[in-house]
């Protein structure tokens, strides 16, 4: 084998070992992100950047005995968060009033609720470059209480909420027609396979969230953009600086 075949052999693996290893962390389609016309980044908020799975669980429970249904046990959790609220059977004239239960008891332990490692200094950071937004089903005062105590309120532009448990994309469809943003200048960034199902019928790329309410498995079936396992990992591929700093490494 000449010098120059073997050269060309050892890149080719090479490549490949990349190609495995950035697949591996949920990063192998960044290359294909074209930031340059991006604008903006809409966040969604539990499970994304604030911890609140379990006190929602919690909630869940709580008021199993209210509305009739069985409390969420521990080998349920490996659904989408949406299953299980579905499976709760919940008429559809009293979900709105359940949503609003859940939010006020998660307001009288907002001070238990903890965000995510990493997310507050990712959010700073990248609030240099775009326009941060919210779009949550969560309500705007428990969302507020959390930004201000973590120091992050004056980084966010726009906060809207939607009351279901299933009507975000129109909310995310009016907040683009309003700021007159197309598909392309936006991104959307979820721990959910709602999330995802609801960016896709808008035409709107999602990057999603592995540490959020949806296990890993069910956010890669349901096919988004990306999957990060970790806010830094969002960092370098929406900031060039940094996606090209070699010092940072990708988690795996």
């Not at 050269?7 to 090479?14: E, P, R, Y």
């Not at 969420?72 to 359940?98: A, M, W």
Request: include cysteine.
């Amino acid at each position: 084998m000449s010098h120059i075949n073997l050269k060309k052999q050892i890149l080719a693996t090479l490549l490949i070992f990349a190609s495995l290893l950035l697949s591996s962390c949920g990063l192998w389609q960044s290359k294909d992100l074209d930031t340059s016309k991006i604008t903006t980044l809409i966040f969604d908020f539990d499970g994304t950047i604030a911890d609140t799975y379990d006190l929602n669980i919690k909630y869940i429970n709580e008021l199993s005995y209210e509305y009739g249904y069985k409390p969420i046990t521990n080998h349920e959790k490996n659904k989408s968060f949406r299953k299980l609220i579905s499976e709760l059977n919940i008429p559809s004239d009293q979900i709105r009033e359940y949503g609003s239960k859940l939010k006020e008891k998660l307001h009288k332990e907002i001070d238990c609720v903890k965000v995510f490692p990493g997310i507050t200094e990712t959010i700073k950071n990248l609030s240099t470059t775009y326009e941060i937004e919210i779009i949550t089903s969560n309500s705007k005062k428990n969302v507020e209480s959390i930004l201000n105590r973590e120091g992050l309120r004056k980084y966010i532009s726009f906060i809207g909420t939607d009351d279901s448990f299933f009507g975000k994309q129109v909310v995310i469809q009016n907040f683009l027609k309003q700021n007159k943003l197309e598909t392309d200048e936006a991104i959307y960034i979820g721990d959910e396979e709602r999330d995802i199902t609801a960016c896709r019928k808008i035409g709107l790329k999602i990057i999603s969230a592995s540490w959020g309410f949806d296990p890993k498995s069910i956010l890669e079936n349901a096919k988004p953009y990306l999957i990060i396992n970790s806010p830094e990992e969002l960092e370098q591929i929406l900031i060039p600086t940094i996606a090209h700093d070699p010092s940072i490494q990708i988690t795996t």
